[in-house]
Nanobody
Framework: QVHLVESGGGLVQAGGSLRLSCVVS????????VGWFRQAPGKEREFVAR????????DYADSMKGRFTISRDYSKNTVYLQMNSLKPEDTAIYYC???????????????????WGQGTQVTVSS
């Protein structure tokens, strides 16, 4: 069983920055990617970015490239999401997730992930 705990969300003005953290533990989590997703009210859960813990290979949703950066501290079992130039439309609950063994190669879909954190709220005011 993999356990994930997010932190770092909050209220920020448009143009500001936040760094989210996701501490991962348990199971065989190092073998699979860790991803960040977000879900705004009334919308589907949306892929943001993911990183392979071994090797650090990353992938981003097109709309996040250049503003968001995913990284990991292997020694701390922690994955970060640095978010810059935030916009009101970035307002959502942000979740981190641990990849499922059956996930697709790209791990960009919610169904590619087996374990989820409780989420952290990010609110960007205009």
């Amino acid at each position: 069983q993999v356990h994930l705990v997010e932190s770092g969300g909050g209220l920020v003005q448009a143009g500001g920055s936040l760094r989210l953290s996701c501490v991962v533990s348990g199971g065989n989590f190092r073998s699979y990617p860790v991803g960040w997703f977000r879900q705004a009210p009334g919308k589907e859960r949306e892929f943001v970015a993911r990183i392979r813990l071994i090797g650090g290979v990353t992938d981003y949703a097109d709309s996040m490239k250049g503003r968001f950066t995913i990284s990991r501290d292997y020694s701390k079992n922690t994955v970060y999401l640095q978010m810059n130039s935030l916009k009101p439309e970035d307002t959502a609950i942000y979740y981190c997730a641990s990849g499922a063994p059956s996930g697709s190669y790209f791990y960009t879909r919610a169904i590619d992930y087996a374990y989820w954190g409780q989420g952290t709220q990010v609110t960007v005011s205009s």
